[in-house]
């Protein structure tokens, strides 16, 4: 009996796509499917718990981010499978991956084709990331109510600076490196030139990643997917016509439409389910009350170890933040722990406090004594976050990766105008005038900027000398490209903050050359599962999260979905203006994370 359905499909792709062929010798063989349904976001810190994540749930989150780490193994074990012959991936439910781990998704694609396997990608609503990784696909189907957003990277700050002035509200700040763009929102009514040139340019130099896998993988010009970007929008047909895509489907019919291109019976094979457990309120109880354990580190592991979020002081671990003292025990256990031969260390912060950035690399410095490390940034590695990687061991980049941002400033919001205009008066009793200097009442006066931009010129001439001995490169070069200027991954290369392009793997493949090891080697992470007691100390902390927390308001979700994202803006504001006592701040803005 004929199949009707696999007839049409297959008249229809004649026409707008050619069939993938895996064998033009034997088309009664049975082609062995794996199909990977990529949902949500994923993090580069495999989920050590699995299981209920309480976490998650006490933040509000029902979901909670899937392992990306875990995809890649699975992705490469699919890939070793001589039984699989074609690899599906389904990217249509509403997944999103950071540009660094787009890298690293486009590298194993391509090394699957190379060693035989075919790549089948499925898209509804394509992004220029999802694009990026179709593209490194044999065959690339999009549903005909789908359409392709092809944008290129941008940034919105926003300015507080004439609102600050009809509220009579004042910024004190001292800072070294007119590119250290975190306080012009509070100094400058908008954007300085010179600023908006300089993030042009890196918007430029992380553009060229995914252009040149989109041009590659569908056989354009880089010109002209710059053109299509000009563009953006581009409903399924348009995608068809500018070849974005090879051929459209019907909503829903992702299994027969890849039937229908293949010769032969078709197997899909599916990795077994786990078993549901039945709600156990019991089990919530249990679980938020148990101390997080983490496994025994096998024999020979290189361990990957997590710095991420924003750095700072503090002797609780905080969800959400690299904090000195935790962070340090964890390198500390590492560096005495004789089963780990090795260590990534896995980079992803804005920076923050220059206190607690040397603390972290200090030890870092102690570890590198002990066993081979090699860095591998993603997303930020940024002002701090860059600080931490000065220990003169190699340092592997993503094109997407934005470091740099040499550069360091402090700053205190001054509410005292603007409360007197409701009735509210400061009226400080103290010995000296220098006892009140970081009250909210006033601004720094002419001798406490002094004395404070004194210590801000130390601690940057200190980030200029770490980064002269970690990168041998001359301190008078280093301030050429610091002054808190941001750079790309390959900008970063050029310059000679970083030694690679590459993401994890290649970092894993580093190390283990380092450490004389061949063949199979365990990968542990750490820091392991989150205590969920932190999450109560990071509530009555007063930490960045816990203002993340108080901020996390329908009004403000709702107009972050709509693509205005006031939470990070306010955020900052509410830190800076309760630094007390006074921080020197080697960060970035925390909201330069450009979004493609």
Known sequence: MINILSLVLTLTIAVQGPPVTIDDNNTEATTVIRLFELKGAWSDQPDAAPGLDITSLLMGNMGSQRSFPDLLKALESAIADEEIDVIALDLSGGTSFSMPQVADMCTTLIRGRDSGKKFIAWMENGTTSLEAIAS???TVMLTNTGGIDLASPALMPIHFKNAMDLFGIEASVIRVGDFKGAVEPFMLPQMSDHLRDHYLATLQSMNRFPVKQIAIGRDMTASHVRELQGIRIFTAKQALEEGLVDMLAQHGTLEQTIEGILDGSVEWKRPGKKRRKPFNPIQIFTELFSPAREKKIPENSIAILHLSGEIVDGATA????????????????????????????????????????EIIRLELVKLAA??????????LAASGGYWITCT?????????TITGSIGVFGMKLS????????????????????????FPHRGWNTAELARLQATVDDVYEDFIQRVSDSRDIEPNRVRGIAGGRVWAGGQALELGLVDA?????????????EAGIEGEVSIVHRPGPADPMDLFNMFGGGGDDAIRA???????RVLAVAGVDLRPYLARLIRMGSNSPFTVEARMPIDLNPRF
């Open 136 to 138: 490194s696909c044999d």
């Open 318 to 357: 905080t969800p959400g933040s690299m904090v000195s003292e935790p962070s340090a025990k964890v390198i500390k256990a590492l560096t005495d722990n004789d089963s780990v031969v090795g260590v990534v260390v896995r980079v992803d912060s804005p920076g923050g406090s220059a206190i607690a950035s």
């Open 370 to 379: 002990k066993k081979p490390i090699v860095y591998s940034m993603g997303n």
């Open 392 to 400: 003169g061991q190699p340092i592997y980049a993503t094109e997407g």
């Open 415 to 438: 509410f005292g105008s603007a409360l007197e205009r409701f009735g509210i008066h400061f009226d400080p009793v103290a010995l000296d005038e220098s006892a009140t200097m970081m």
């Open 501 to 513: 392009i590459g993401g994890v793997e290649d970092a894993i493949a580093h190390v283990k050359k």
């Open 550 to 556: 108080l901020l996390d308001v329908p009004t403000l």
